[in-house]
């Protein structure tokens, strides 16, 4: 079976066309061969007819001819007048028989006197039956039939009766109860009717042909403009369809059933082409749609992730603080006590100027420590969220007040952007100056000097509350470390220079407020945040059992 793609190569004896005009030919023909055969044998039987009325006619004139001179008994007569008689163009013999068959007269030298077989022609026509027939029909009375040299012949009989005239003569011999006295025996050559019937199907032929011919011709063409033609361009109007060309139309070329028909599979090429646009239009929008979603999942479950890994570390580094908190706080206590001892009693110290120095870097990596378990402490607990309505403006501008004058130290220039129209959110006003003020803090870190940090505040159409853009012209963060930026404890920094605490914290409040956070950065051009906060928290948030603050230090 063809596919639909592939145009089925048809032979061509399988074209419409072709099988069309083939019947009606064949049809045709068997018509007019049927109706010249018919033409034909009446035409030559109309050409027998009228020969044998002439050989009738002919006989009659020879019987017209010669009464006188047979009532007279005058045979040399007879003889002359068969003779000037047979000698006329179309009659080949003329013989006058006697009732018993013996030949009186012939235009045929040595005939005379002789007998006739009772089997031919001229006694059969009379004397085939019993009773004999002395008054044969016309019809009975011709015979055509052929000589040895293929030559066809016309017989034709006309009874000699005897007349009432005949038995009162004085010279007269027959009885009057005599009916037939003999018969006249004309014989016609056929030739020239035959070439007349030649001519005459010759010329049949040559018209049947000519007109079997016309009319095929204007049947085909009139088939061809109301039939042929339009199923042609729906034929392949429908190829085309076939291999997925919907676009494809036929051509509407009359009025009648088949150019409503052509109209009709026209409209429907035509809504089909108009399903296939809409079905295609959706399979993109559920494709673009699954993509989207996939998108979102993939998100979550990114989110997710992070959530449960600083969940888990957040648990260990809360054990791990309380454990290490403790010890450090003392050595920190001890090494103070020793240092300011010695300070105030210089000469009865024992310390060298190194053990001092070591005294001093013991106090300073324990506050270190101190700070980082600080950190670890406010990194584990989850801080409960005191819900107010906040007024962005105002923490974005006392955050860039707070860093002013690192700023300008670094001689980085802080540019803000408040869009009109941003509306007041309901969030912790504490956590999200926190927030900005990492976000800040880290750009300027990124940045050496005579940089530009940008803060942009503008209202939001995704969650419908308003977005943070901090913007740096640092050196971006490499891409392989993008996804683990919210992680604690990594950081891209050099060593000593953080502890990879402040962007998890970050992540932490924009979780608690069900915002979203989002990174775009190129390493060498800088880094952008994306801070989606929603106009409103769910119902919960901020109510006692549901992210209250913990006290517990």
Known sequence: MASMGTPRRRAWHQHLAVRFGLALGLLLITMFVLLGWWNLATQRDHMVRLTGQAADQCSNLVRGATREAMLRVEMDRVDRIL?????????????????????????????VGQQVDSSEFVCQVCH????????????????IHENAAGERFLDVIAPIYNEPSCTTA????????QRVLGVIDVEMPLAATDALIRDSEHQLGVGLLAGLTAFLALTYFLTWRMVLRPVQSLAVATEQVGRGDLSARAVVHSEDELGAMTETWNATVEELQTARGQLEGWSRKLEQRVRDKTDELESAHGRMLVVEKMAALGKLAAVVAHEVNNPLAGVATYARLLRRQHEKDDEGCSFSEEHMRALKLMESETQRCGTIVRNLLAFSRTPGVRLAETDLAEIVERCLLLVKHKADLQRISLEHEIVPGTPKIQCDPNQIQ???????????????????????????TTIGGAVLRIEDDGCGIPPDALPH???????TKEEGEGVGLGLSVVYGIVERHHGFIDVVSEPGLGTTFHVRLPLTQPDGVGEDGNGQEDEAS
Do not use: W
């Open 83 to 111: 003779g000037t008689l047979g000698d006329s163009p179309g009659i080949s013999r003329i013989r006058l028989l006697d009732r018993a068959g013996h030949v009186k007269s012939s235009t045929v030298d040595g005939e």
């Open 128 to 143: 085939a039956q019993e009773p004999p027939k002395f008054d044969p029909p016309r019809a009975e009375r011709f015979r």
């Open 170 to 177: 004085d010279c007269h011999e027959h009885p009057a109860k």
């Open 434 to 460: 926190q927030l900005i003020l990492a976000l800040v803090m880290n750009g300027m870190e990124s940045m050496a000097r005579d940089g530009t940090l940008r803060v942009r505040v503008a209202p939001d």
């Open 485 to 491: 930026i919210y992680e604690p404890f990594f950081t």
